[in-house]
């Protein structure tokens, strides 16, 4: 695709990395294309698993709560603290959640056998099946996403991308995919 002044349709990777050399000439042209390609690819693939979670009924802030759920194991319990502590909200904003998907069927609240005080949200079955109906359809569209690439260039480039999560997260630690610090 070629871009037309005016026109809101984005450049090709090409055509934007050679406008970024242009208006910054020390850019890297590797590294800009890696980064540009890797951002466009992450957009597109949250609009895709944006429209499976509404053809499910669910918002990606539940899809949130029930992945944090499944990611702790059987029997799929955290308390509210912790849930909100691991998704990087308020205990306010993790109760107005957990409020819609008990509504919604897809948690409950039950106090804890072993100190009554302490009250954990736990995974439905209703809820687990909207996760696994949600990896179901994940899957297909991932799927396609790779299919262009060989086993081998697949694994190559799962542990590339590793290696620089791995080293980014070291260096960020206290990030985890919040603003935290912006706030």
């Known amino acids: 695709m070629t871009s037309v002044p005016g026109d809101p ?42 429209r499976q979670l509404t053809a499910l009924g669910i918002t990606n802030a539940e899809w949130e709560v029930l992945k944090a759920l499944v990611l702790v194991g059987r029997p799929y319990r955290l308390g509210p603290g912790d849930l909100a502590k691991r998704l990087g909200l308020t205990p306010a904003a993790m109760t107005h959640r957990v409020d819609r998907m008990v509504a919604d069927g897809l948690v409950t609240r039950a106090r804890d ?27 297909g569209f991932e799927a396609d996403v790779v299919q262009d690439l060989s086993p081998e260039e697949r694994g190559t480039l799962a542990g590339m991308l590793t290696r620089m999560l791995v080293r980014i997260e070291a260096a960020q630690p206290d990030a985890d995919g919040r603003l935290n610090d912006l706030g």
């Open 9 to 50: 349709a984005e450049p090709d990777l090409d055509e934007q990395v050679a406008i970024y050399q242009r208006e910054f000439p020390e850019v890297d042209p590797q590294v800009e294309t890696i980064v540009s390609a890797l951002s466009r690819l992450n957009r597109r693939m949250n609009v895709a698993y944006s």
């Open 113 to 139: 056998e072993t100190n009554r005080v302490r009250v954990n949200i736990e995974l439905t079955a209703e809820g687990r099946d909207k996760w696994l109906e949600a990896m179901r359809m994940a899957a």
